[in-house]
Every structure is written in C-alpha cells, then in structure tokens.
C-alpha cells in the first residue's frame, strides 16, 4: 500500500507532468475519427485504438454509489512505444464517503497498467487490437478505493469507420485475485468483458460518444456491472481536448452514476 505521503505525490505529479509535457510537442494535433485521436472513456485501454504519439489526460470523478461516493482526481498516460504498439497506464488520488455509517478515507486508487498491438487494419476502415492490462493493488481498500489484489486480464477490440460514425467492441477475460475492501474479505472469480461505443464526429472540433461495458461477476456475492455512457470529446484549440460524460449504472454490482470531466493532450 501507499503511504497517504506517496499517494498525494501522485495526485500533483501526474497533471504537473501533463501540463509540462504540453508545449514540448511540435506536430500538428491529429484529425478527429483518427485511430487514437477520440477514444472512449469505460473502455479507454481494451477498445481497438492506439495513441498517435502520446497521449496525457488528467481527470476528475465523481461516483455515487456502488456502494460509496467517492470523488478521484485520475492521470492517465497512454505512448505510442513501437509502430503497432500502445503502452499506457492510471492511477489517481481520491477521497470517499462511506454511507450508513462506515469510514470516511482517502488515499491512492489501484494503478492499471496495459499494453496492446495493432494487429492490422483491414479495408483501410476497420482496426484489431489486442493486448493485457495488470491491476496492481496500490489503492487504499479501507477507504474504498482499492481492493487489496493483483488482477490480470486479456482483451480484444474492433474498430470500423463509416463515412458519419465509427463503431467500435471489445471483449476480455479478467482473473480477479482475493482481496478485500472496508475490512470485508473477497474471493475473486473470473470475469468475462463486454464493451461497445458508438462515436460521432461533427465537424473538426466535436466527437460525440456513447458507450456501454457489461463486466460479470468480479467477486463471489456480488452483481454484474453493467454501465452506459454518454459522452463529448471537444476541442476547443489546436492543441488539448476536453472530455467529458455521464455515466449510469444499470446493475446492482454498478456505481449509480459517475460524472467524469478531463483535459488531455494528445500529438
């Protein structure tokens, strides 16, 4: 676990490096409906999309329920390594509020880390991907936001381009470790992933995106999670993109809604 120290040492270097990074770049900024360029917000590192070059995204959470209110300042980093392959990660600082009477806390929440190659693109419309994501167990599970276990998964993604929208799914095969959460000890299972979006580009500045991820049962005794999405990615400048959405959960195993607000820089 992070000492309360390092997860606040995360929190402020991540945007600082965000924002640091920001004029260094010199190429043009990417067109909108590019691979990589509009990407999803539930399923960012599975959908079949890689990076340009870099991409750095500092945002901000705010979940009700399923079962806490928390509120996560996030970064996300995600680099173009190799010509067909994206190398990225998460990982925030947050604080939550506990209902019926549990502990309040704050600290880190658990870093994701993924790696996935481009297997080809196919018509000149259509994109494969393929790769894994590690869960590494850096979140503060008394406070709700981690669950004290490695997690690795397996995924798959496909993208295709129409001439107004582009259509994107991916699946995955997630093995959950045994962990615990609030003191409460939880025995992992073997969850599938199912995820889709749907985006719309308009014009040179606005992309539109709906999306959806159904994730099966992580843990023994608890629900599926199954959330929609709705979505904008705007830009109101050469350079940087604000994104923001609106989540719903329609399971028990969900969080009620999740508001998600961000700046990412993307060359």
């Known amino acids: 676990m992070l000492t309360c120290r390092k997860s606040i040492l995360i929190a402020l270097v991540l945007p600082l490096a965000l924002a640091l990074a920001a004029p260094l770049a ?76 549990g502990e309040d806390g704050s600290g880190a929440t658990d870093l994701d880390l993924w790696a996935k190659w481009n297997l080809g693109n196919f018509d000149g419309a259509t994109d494969v991907f393929a790769g894994g994501l590690v869960t590494v167990p850096t979140g503060d599970d008394t ?59 308009l014009a040179d500045q606005l992309t539109l995106v709906g999306e959806t991820l159904i994730q099966s049962e992580r843990y023994d005794d608890t629900d599926t999670d199954w959330r929609v999405l709705a979505g904008a990615n705007w830009r109101p400048w050469n350079r940087g993109m604000l994104r923001g959405g609106i989540s719903v959960g329609l399971t028990d195993g969900s969080a009620d809604a999740q508001l998600f607000a961000g700046y990412a820089y993307v060359f």
């Open 26 to 101: 010199s190429a043009q900024a990417p067109k909108p409906g590019s691979s990589g360029t509009d990407r999803l917000f539930l399923g960012f590192a599975e959908e079949a999309a890689g990076v340009p070059g870099q991409w750095w995204e500092a945002q901000l959470e705010f979940r009700d329920g399923g079962p806490i209110d928390a509120t996560i300042l996030r970064g996300i980093v995600a680099l173009k390594l190799f010509d067909r392959m994206e190398m990225g990660g998460r990982v925030g600082f947050g604080s939550t509020d506990a209902p019926h009477g």
């Open 143 to 201: 406070a709700g936001l981690g669950f004290d276990a490695f997690d690795i998964e397996g995924f798959a993604g496909i993208r295709h381009r129409l001439d107004t929208v582009i259509l994107a799914g991916h699946a995955g095969l997630r093995v959950n470790g045994d962990g615990q959460i609030g003191g409460t000890e939880l025995d992992g299972n073997t969850s599938v992933l199912i995820g889709g979006g749907v985006l719309f580009p």
